[in-house]
Nanobody
């Protein structure tokens, strides 16, 4: 049974930083593209960032480029999202996602975490 468990969300002021983590189990982690998506109230799911199985390739949404960094530790089956210079419009529930394969796709994969709330105050 695949499980993705996010942690690290919270409430911070604009300009602050947060680091999200997603611990994966029940899958061969190094065979999966890992990604982060988010959903703000009243809005659709939005792609945030993705990283290839090896960690060598990354893709970011334009809205977070230069502020967010995705990384992974295959030895720990964990993917991270370092978020700096946070803005109120970054407020959302952030979801970890796993997609089988080597391509750094922005398309969601089959497996989702339960989400972690990130709230940025102005």
């Amino acid at each position: 049974q695949v499980q993705l468990v996010e942690s690290g969300g919270g409430l911070v002021q604009a300009g602050g930083s947060l680091r999200l983590s997603c611990a994966a189990s029940g899958l061969t982690f190094s065979s999966y593209r890992m990604g982060w998506f988010r959903q703000a109230p009243g809005k659709e799911h939005e792609f945030v960032a993705a990283i290839s199985w090896s960690g060598g390739n990354t893709v970011y949404a334009d809205s977070v480029k230069g502020r967010f960094t995705i990384s992974r530790d295959n030895a720990k089956n964990t993917v991270y999202l370092q978020m700096n210079s946070l803005k109120p419009e970054d407020t959302a529930v952030y979801y970890c996602n796993a997609r089988r394969g080597a391509v750094v796709s922005t398309t969601p994969g089959a497996f989702w975490g339960q989400g972690t709330q990130v709230t940025i105050s102005s």
